[in-house]
Each structure stands twice: as C-alpha cells, then as structure tokens.
C-alpha cells in the first residue's frame, strides 16, 4: 500500500460513521453496532477490501430494496447440535453473526455444532467468526459461498466464488493461530490494485475470458476468471477446486442457499443469474468446544509450543523463515489501533458521497 | 502407469492375502478384514501407493512392536456430540473405522459431531472414511496428520506431514462428489515415482535440503521436503501451509497425539523424532446427518444438478472441460473390479518376501 496514497482515520470515527450509515437505510441499532463491528474487523486487521470499503455497496444494496435491513432470521430445522438457518435475506454482516452465536450455545451444550445458513449476503471477512469463538474458549469455523467469479480447473467460465474457509486456535501466552483464506491463487483485492497500478499479475492468478491463461489484470476482469488454489493440474489447482467446491456445497445445497454460477451478484455494477436454485448466499459455521476433546489448559500449551517449534524453523533461503498463520494480520492491527486506518483516495470518495447522501458526517 | 512394468491381481485375492497377514501378527480376524478393506479401497481407487504396497510396512511394524495388533480402542472424553479416543498405538487401518463409527452413530443422534484421535498410527486412504458416512445418507469428514515430510512456506526443514482432507457428497442419480486430497501440491507417490523413471519434478514441487526449491526428486528424498499447495508466496502457499497446519492442529493438539515434526516415523526406514509432544499420530473424524440440515432428497437432487452444471462449464483449451471430484478414483475403480489391480514389480516383490516369511502363498 505504500506507493498508493492514502488518508487516515481513527478507527473509532469510521465505526461511529458506519453504525449511522447503517442506522439510516434502517437497520436495528444493535445490528448496526454488529455490521459496523464486523467491518472494523477488515479494517483493523489489514483486509482494506472487506472493511468500510464495501460500506457503499451494502447501502446501495438496501437502498433499492435487494437486501432487507430488518431481517428476522429464524431456525428451520434443528437437531441438538445443527440448525439451518434463514436469513430473511438480511445483511450478512447481521445474519453471519446472529448464526454464529447460536452455533457457539449448540457446541456449549453438547460439544460441537454447525449450522448452515441461507438467505443471506455478504458476511464480512471469514475470520471475525472464529475470533468470535476463541472469547468463548471455542475452535470455531467459518465458510461462506460468493459471487462466482473462480472458474474450475479445466473451465473457462466464472462458476465459484472466492469461498473462504476461516478457523482459529487459542494460544496460552502465544496470541492465537488464525487462518483465514479463500480458496483462490490470490485475493481478488490484488488483482484490483494490479489494476490499479496497471501492472502485470503474476503468473498462475488468472485467466481471460476464452480460458487462456493471463498476466494481464484487465483480461481477468472483462470476462475471464480467478483460479483457484494450485491455479494448474500440475501444481494442485485440481485441489483448490475441491476446496472451493466442498464450501459451495456446504453452504449452498446443505442449506438450500443459490450454489455456483447461481449466487446472486454482489452489487449493482453486478448481473443476477438468470435463474435462482435457492435462496440468497449461504453461510456455514462451525463451533467446537476445546474442553469437549482435551482440557483447555493442555490444548493451548500445545499451541504455545507449536508457534515456538515453527517459528524456530530453519528459515528457506533469502526469507526471514516461516510465520504463524494469523501474524500479518494481528501486526496490521497493533498498528492500526495505534495510528488510525489508511483509505485510498477512491474510497474515501465514495464514502463522502455517502455523507453528502445521507447528511451523516464523515470528516 | 502405463511405461512402469505392472503384474495384475484380481482384488478379491489380493484381499484374502492381506487379510489372512494380518491376522499372521496377531490382528483379530474382524480387525483384518476391515485393515483389508481400506488398503484395498485404496488400490480399486487408484491410489496405488496407499494399498497394499504398504502392506509389508504395517507387517513389519507390527512384528518388531512398534505397532499393537490387538489394540482396545477407547473413549477417554466425551460429549454427545464429540469424543476423544485412545488408539492403543493400533493400526489406523483399525483405529480409524472404529471411531469413525463412533463419530457417525453421535451425528444420527444429535445432528453432527466430531471425534479425535490419538495413540494411533497411518489410517490408509483418508477418502475411505467419508465414504463409509455415505452409506448412512451422511456427509463424512475424515484428516490426519502424518510422519513429517513437508516444509511450511519459508522454511526450510520437514516440520508437517501430507496432512490429507476428504469429505463426499452423495447425488440422487449422479455418483457422489468424493474430495480426497493431500494438502501438498502433488502426492508423494509422484515424486516415487519420477525417482523411478529419473525423470525431472515439475517446478514448485520440492525443496532441496538447504530449502532452495529443485526439480530433482532426489534432491527432495535427500533432507529437502516437500511443498504446501500453492507453492510459492505468489501462489498462495501460505494457504497450502494454513491448511497443512489446520490439520496438523485438529489430529494432534486436540486429541493429545504428536503433531509436526514430533509425528512418529512411518517405517523403520525412517527415524522416529528425538522426544515426544503426545501419543502415535493423530486422525479426526467428522459426520453431518443430511436429515439434521435439509430434506435428503431435496440435497441429492442438488447435488446432481451442481454436478451436472460443473461438467457443462466451457472447457479451457486443450482440456476437455472441469472434472467432478471423484471422477478419476471411480473410473479407475470400474476397470480395476473389471480387469484386477496392477502391481508395479517392486511391490511384488515384497508382498512375495512377507509370503515367503509367513508362509501365506501369495500368487
């Protein structure tokens, strides 16, 4: 980000601008509070393109009526340790958290849980809801499926979305173990700022609209596709397929949410598919109790000493070594609590055209 | 396979061989047609180098005490929807059915549940598992953590092993999606493999001992490692590395068994870690009653369609469009019931050496 300019604001002024923003397209107070929380979460741990980046897109979504800021999200079927959930195709940033707490009582009560959600949009950054489950002494889990935009290996068409998988682990007095990450090659986020800068993507990233490999950003967005992890048959892209694939299906078909090239678009800059298989996007959450398998003092002592052994990795050459899933994140966020949260130009932008909009003030 | 010499055996032979071995170290008969049957999954499937090829390993393992054929699986923790369990340092190829039927049976009573894994040793195939869940209208999650052979992104050293995920969705017309994958980017049987043929890795397969990546796959054999999918930083081998982790932490932290570079050597070729961190290797098994989610029906039929949407995808060129997951494993497993199991002639040779040391005939 350095060479991209940038104005900075403390996170606390961002919160509040959001919670109003929310507040004004006539979401609930407390589910403002929790779609602003969500958000700041991006933010703070250093994903730019999942925090008050998407702000705009969610109040245009629920200024014409696409997403609905009052959801009652409901339970459909329940066993003891599963729920399906409804969203009322309510903003994710509310329903993803509404669920994730009920998958956490569930994993309280008998051990573990999950529970799928449909009918619902956009959630924020996979990892919040993990970070969630690690306050309750839990391992959470969480998937969503999104707008497609990954084409398979061997395809040449948009027919998964970014699909991440996030799970966390507790430390003692190591801080915790955090993975959060999409099943594609890249963040799209990157091939933005490729965009942005007009340079080349690396090679295994992407492909144009005919299925050819691409370096160039441009033919990526006109049609082509992101690949997914592995982006080849010889390096693996088979198996990032299968990951993105596996998260489609168990937030899609098991919760009876759209799948595949049947996801709704995420804006409007974006076309719906011609026909839904399901409702909204899904979602699906994953909670385990640590004290169900092992006591919880052992399990995060363990943890202590697995950051220390792979930190202590004999470093490959011309690297500083191994880092512990969770580090780059934790270390954007020391310092952005500290000296504020960097927005590029168009962003801020577009937030005080939200401003002038909605007469809540920014600066 | 093609170019390597193969004898071929019908599987029902091969079967009674490794059956009637097993029960010649001591392995009770129930626990030996079960060990046959998930190495012999392994070979109908096409996964050559998880079948019996490694029948003459556990043999050996078993005779000189470093594996207990009678093992008491037990259940040392436990919650209706989870439990931990002692292996009794058994044959995973034992240990692993047992409590992924304990793990199945918790999900048909309350939805869901996980089971882990300790004081057990290598389970076979982890697509073996998922498959069993499939009989019982149930998604089956099966990983394990494995002897050490895999370096994480920017280090230089073995300190994970394989480190395999498999989960299977059943369609209603269609053959269920059946993911099983390593979390490197290609199998360690390719790397046997081109050893065997002298033949050059592709780029972005291994690292050499002082951690510079190689193309030489003896290079890899010889103190260098092997590479998480993604490979490379650009590539995402963070993400390879994150999961490689992800399970590594489920298997072993959680269930009280070792875990990265303290996981037991395989074979007697290879040296067991200086101290220990826990007991055997660890697996973690999960199962999801469809029933608890959606109308089984209504998923199946989903599925079928997600299945039949995917392989309508345009293909990229010069490839004949995206794979199912599970394609390549049931089509081998046709011809194989069809036409019998090839066996490359080193593995012959063992499997004669242990008839000739048992006196089970063989051929």
Redesign the interface.
Request: net charge negative.
């Given at each position: 980000m350095a060479d991209v300019e940038t104005i900075t604001y403390p996170a606390e002024q961002l919160h509040e601008f959001m919670v109003r923003v929310f507040e004004n397209i006539e979401v609930p107070t407390a589910d403002a509070k929790t779609a602003a929380d969500v958000l700041a979460s991006a933010d703070l741990r250093g994903i730019e393109s999942h925090g008050i980046a998407r702000l705009t897109v969610y109040h245009e979504m629920v200024n014409v009526g696409r997403i609905n800021p009052k959801a009652n999200v409901t339970i459909v079927?329940e066993?003891?340790?599963?729920a399906?959930i409804d969203g009322d195709n309510g903003l994710g940033l509310v329903v993803g958290p509404k669920a994730n707490d009920i998958c956490m009582d569930k994993?309280d009560?008998?051990?573990?849980?999950?529970v799928?959600v449909r009918n619902t949009n956009h959630y924020g950054i996979a990892g919040y809801y993990p970070l969630e489950a690690l306050k309750r002494d839990q391992?959470g889990w969480s998937m969503t499926n999104t707008t497609r935009i990954v084409?398979?290996?061997?395809?040449?068409?948009r027919?998964l979305g970014t699909n991440p998988i996030a799970?966390a682990?507790p430390g003692k007095e190591e801080p915790p173990?955090v993975?959060d990450?999409a099943?594609?090659?890249?963040a799209f986020g990157r091939i933005e700022m490729a965009i942005r800068k007009d340079r080349p993507l690396?090679?295994?990233?992407a492909?144009d609209k005919?299925?050819?490999e691409t370096n160039d950003p441009h033919k990526m967005v006109d049609g082509g596709a992101m690949l997914p992890?592995?982006?080849e048959r010889?390096?693996?892209g088979?198996?990032?397929?299968?990951?993105a694939?596996?998260v489609?299906?168990l937030c899609?078909?098991?919760?009876?949410a759209n799948?595949?090239?049947f996801t709704p678009a995420f804006s409007l800059a974006h076309r719906d598919p011609d026909q839904w298989?399901?409702k909204g996007i899904g979602h699906f959450f994953g909670a385990?109790?640590?004290d169900?398998?092992?006591d919880p003092d052992?399990?995060k002592q363990?943890?202590d000493?697995?950051i220390r052994?792979?930190r202590a990795?004999?470093?490959?050459?011309e690297?500083?070594?191994?880092?512990i899933?969770g580090d780059p994140e934790r270390e954007a966020e020391v310092i952005r609590r500290r000296d504020g949260i960097p927005l590029v130009i168009p962003v801020v932008e577009d937030l005080r055209a939200v401003s002038k909009q909605t007469g809540i003030p920014f600066e």
């Open positions: 079927r066993r003891k340790a599963t399906t994993a009560q008998v051990g573990t849980a999950w799928a391992i084409a398979p290996l061997w395809g040449a068409d027919m799970i682990f173990i993975i990450m099943t594609t090659t890249a690396p090679d295994g990233w492909i005919d299925g050819y992890l592995g982006s010889e390096r693996g088979h198996k990032g397929y299968c990951l694939a596996m489609d299906i899609g078909p098991l919760s009876g799948w595949g090239p298989v399901g385990m109790q640590i169900a398998f092992i052992e399990f363990q943890i000493h697995w052994t792979f990795t004999p470093a490959a050459p690297t500083d070594g191994p880092l899933p």
